[in-house]
C-alpha cells in the first residue's frame, strides 16, 4: 500500500470518529453495536476517544448464529432462510441492540472478511451496515476488496459515515 494513502485514510478514519464523538456529545445521543466481521474493531475505534462513555453503551461481538439468535433475538429462521451476511440479520442485529441497550442508533454489521468464506452470490468483501434510530432504518450493501484486515477497516469507515450521516441531518 502506498505509504500517503495510508496516512490519508488514517487521517480521514480519525477526523470522521472525532466529528461522530463531538455530534453525539453535543446532541446528548447514545449508540449501540452489534458487530459480526468487524469482531469489534467499530467499538474499539469509537471508545477510543476520552469521554466515549458519554455516548458509547454497548458493544457485542455475534460471530455465531446462535449467539445472533440468543443474544439478539434474531429468528434462527431468518438466518437459515437470507443467510447470516444479509440485509434482514444486519438490520435485526442494529434494531435489536439498540432495543435491549435503549441507544438512539443501533449498529448492525455483518459480513464475509475472508478469506475464506466467500460464494459466488456473496464473495468475499460483501459486507451489510444497518443504522437503526426512532426515525431511520437503513442497510447497505458493500461489496470491499483488499485483506482481511482491510475489508474490516473499510466496513467500519464506512458504518462511520453512515453514522456521521445521520447525525448530520
Do not use: W
Not at 464523538?21 to 447514545?30: C, E
Not at 432462510?81 to 441507544?103: F, I, L, P
Not at 459466488?120 to 451496515?129: L, M, N, S
Not at 450493501?141 to 450521516?165: D, E, H, P, V, W
Request: glycine content about 8%; overall charge positive; proline content about 2%.
Amino acid at each position: 500500500m502506498d505509504l500517503s494513502l495510508f496516512l490519508n485514510y488514517n487521517i480521514f478514519m480519525e477526523s470522521t470518529i472525532k466529528h461522530i464523538h463531538s455530534a453525539l456529545i453535543a446532541q446528548n445521543k447514545t449508540v449501540s453495536l452489534a458487530e459480526s466481521c468487524t469482531g469489534g474493531m467499530l467499538s474499539s475505534l469509537l471508545t477510543a476517544q476520552s469521554g466515549a462513555s458519554a455516548y458509547f453503551v454497548l458493544g457485542v461481538i455475534v460471530y455465531s448464529n446462535q449467539m445472533k439468535n440468543k443474544l439478539l433475538g434474531i429468528p434462527l429462521s431468518v438466518i437459515e432462510r437470507r443467510g447470516a451476511v444479509s440485509k434482514e440479520v444486519a438490520t435485526a442485529m442494529a434494531a435489536a441492540v439498540r432495543k435491549v441497550a435503549k441507544t438512539d442508533f443501533g449498529i448492525g454489521i455483518t459480513g464475509i472478511a475472508g478469506p475464506l468464506g466467500g460464494s459466488k452470490d456473496k464473495p468475499v468483501g460483501t459486507v451489510y451496515i444497518a443504522e437503526a434510530s426512532n426515525r431511520v432504518k437503513i442497510c447497505r450493501r458493500f461489496n470491499f476488496k483488499g485483506s482481511r484486515t482491510s475489508i474490516r477497516k473499510q466496513s467500519c469507515l464506512a458504518a462511520l459515515m453512515m453514522l456521521k450521516k445521520l447525525l448530520d441531518n
